[in-house]
């Protein structure tokens, strides 16, 4: 058995609806999307009006309506995108609020978690939208870790 840090499917569907998506005066419905991406209709509804709310996408009323975004996949982070549907990431309860756990004042561990969180974060910064349409073998990121 193996761990892993997982975003969940959500997530990833509301990758592929960002995807599906451009920053334009051409909105998209809930419809196209879903056909655009193989996605239900319900869950696209529920993926947009999420990245709606966040403030990732845009809407337009009326005929020619639907969603377009609010800014290109180039300037959009993975971190903004999985802040927006699973909310503040953290490797632990603790990582984001001391009194999650009753044992966080006297822990050894609490501030190497923090530290660690911190970083996958700032690498999820690092990397655009855009990134996960990369064909090519070159790294998207560079991770250098100050031991302290």
Request: glycine residues 6%; proline residues 3%.
């Amino acid at each position: 058995m193996s761990a892993m840090l997982k975003i969940s499917r959500l997530t990833e569907y509301a990758f592929m609806v960002i995807m599906s998506l451009k920053k334009s005066d051409m909105p998209a419905s809930a419809d196209s999307v879903a056909k655009k991406t193989g996605l239900e209709p319900p869950t696209v509804s529920k993926i947009l009006k999420s990245l709606k709310r966040g403030g990732l996408l845009t809407s337009k009323r009326g005929v020619a309506g639907g969603y377009f975004l609010v800014k290109r996949k180039r300037d959009i982070s993975l971190c903004e995108v999985i802040t927006v549907m699973e909310g503040a990431m953290a490797l632990t309860d603790c990582a984001i609020d001391d009194s999650a756990c009753h044992l966080s004042a006297d822990c050894d561990m609490s501030r190497g978690l923090k530290k660690i969180s911190q970083i996958i974060t700032n690498a999820l910064e690092q990397v655009k939208v855009s990134d996960l349409m990369i064909t090519d073998s070159k790294p998207i990121i560079a991770l250098t870790i100050n031991h302290e």
